[in-house]
């Protein structure tokens, strides 16, 4: 039986309070009323998976436009073309105009960013199917210069079933390593991005997720270093891409070694026979 303190595991695996996550669907309806009926915007990310960490103070929500259909990978030809600066436009108009917060709108290269007490990242979208609430859907780079197809419902679905099949213990080790990640690597995931995190769980086997969740983090970071460590693939939660080939060599490198600090700490803390030396290596791997 691990002496670890449990303050220190159940901090790592909360997420979001009621409040907050209150707050946020209340951010995201109030932007639809905004957008209003040429829009369908729903979550995406973090909230919507409930994989966030408790001081998460961000959100994605995705704004299709309706009828809208992408150029490159929708079978539908449309009668007028729509610019995907327009598309962008449209959305930071109405978002500027609104008073009922005090927020500062930008576009960066995939979204809107609206910052304020709150944040969110408003992600235009448009068709390819007549089903605008089926994936997959289509974003845009500014920076690459092209339409990308994602598939937010099914990284959703997909999360839900990994939940289900290890006992609900799924999401809780997502935002365990979550949290490792931001307390080594900073928050601004220079070095592994949390879609990144969550898809690097995704693959470890149900067999390894248990109620006990030091022993979890031990045996779901053993995987994942020898995933990485064999192979140049490994597949997004929704599947539809693989995350090493966007993720620097040198980035991948450096979470490589962290993480195999980190575990061998975790495993001395779990091994430990005193509070003390258990509380001492759980905080050096989680540099709390």
Same mark, same amino acid.
């Given at each position: 039986?691990?002496?670890?303190?449990?303050?220190?595991?159940?901090?790592?695996?909360?997420?979001?309070?009621?409040?907050?996550?209150?707050?946020?669907?209340?951010?995201?309806?109030?932007?639809?009323?905004?957008?209003?009926?040429?829009?369908?915007?729903?979550?995406?990310?973090?909230?919507?998976?409930?994989?966030?960490?408790?001081?998460?103070?961000?959100?994605?929500?995705?704004?299709?436009?309706?009828?809208?259909?992408?150029?490159?990978?929708?079978?539908?030809?449309?009668?007028? &073309?729509?610019?995907?600066?327009?598309?962008?436009?449209?959305?930071?108009?109405?978002?500027?105009?609104?008073?009922?917060?005090?927020?500062?709108?930008?576009?960066?290269?995939?979204?809107?960013?609206?910052?304020?007490?709150?944040?969110?990242?408003?992600?235009?979208?448009?068709?390819?199917?007549?089903?605008?609430?089926?994936?997959?859907?289509?974003?845009?780079?500014?920076?690459?210069?092209?339409?990308?197809?994602?598939?937010?419902?099914?990284?959703?679905?997909?999360?839900?079933?990994?939940?289900?099949?290890?006992?609900?213990?799924?999401?809780? &080790?997502?935002?365990?390593?979550?949290?490792?990640?931001?307390?080594?690597?900073?928050?601004?995931?220079?070095?592994?991005?949390?879609?990144?995190?969550?898809?690097?769980?995704?693959?470890?086997?149900?067999?390894?997720?248990?109620?006990?969740?030091?022993?979890?983090?031990?045996?779901?970071?053993?995987?994942?270093?020898?995933?990485?460590?064999?192979?140049?693939?490994?597949?997004?939660?929704?599947?539809?891409?693989?995350?090493?080939?966007?993720?620097?060599?040198?980035?991948?490198?450096?979470?490589?070694?962290?993480? &195999?600090?980190?575990?061998?700490?975790?495993?001395?803390?779990?091994?430990?026979? &005193?509070?003390?030396?258990?509380?001492?290596?759980?905080?050096?791997?989680?540099?709390?």
């Amino acid at each position: 039986m691990s002496v670890i303190p449990r303050e220190l595991i159940d901090s790592l695996t909360h997420g979001p309070s009621a409040s907050k996550t209150t707050q946020v669907a209340n951010m995201q309806n109030y932007i639809q009323e905004l957008l209003g009926s040429t829009h369908h915007t729903f979550l995406q990310g973090s909230y919507k998976n409930d994989t966030a960490i408790s001081d998460i103070n961000d959100v994605d929500i995705v704004a299709v436009r309706l009828r809208t259909y992408s150029g490159t990978y929708s079978p539908i030809h449309a009668t007028n &073309t729509v610019f995907w600066d327009q598309i962008f436009s449209e959305i930071e108009t109405k978002l500027r105009n609104q008073s009922r917060y005090t927020w500062n709108v930008t576009r960066g290269d995939k979204c809107v960013c609206v910052r304020g007490a709150f944040n969110a990242d408003v992600v235009p979208a448009v068709q390819v199917g007549e089903d605008h609430l089926i994936d997959p859907i289509v974003i845009y780079s500014f920076q690459d210069q092209r339409e990308k197809l994602n598939l937010p419902r099914t990284h959703y679905k997909n999360g839900v079933e990994k939940h289900q099949a290890t006992d609900e213990n799924y999401k809780p &080790t997502v935002r365990m390593f979550k949290n490792w990640a931001r307390n080594h690597f900073g928050e601004d995931n220079s070095v592994v991005s949390s879609y990144n995190v969550e898809s690097l769980v995704h693959g470890v086997a149900d067999s390894d997720f248990y109620d006990d969740r030091a022993a979890t983090f031990i045996l779901a970071g053993r995987s994942i270093l020898v995933k990485l460590a064999a192979s140049n693939s490994i597949p997004s939660v929704c599947g539809g891409e693989n995350i090493c080939a966007n993720w620097n060599q040198g980035d991948r490198n450096q979470f490589h070694i962290q993480l &195999t600090e980190s575990v061998e700490h975790a495993l001395r803390a779990y091994r430990a026979t &005193t509070m003390r030396e258990a509380e001492q290596n759980w905080r050096a791997a989680f540099n709390l």
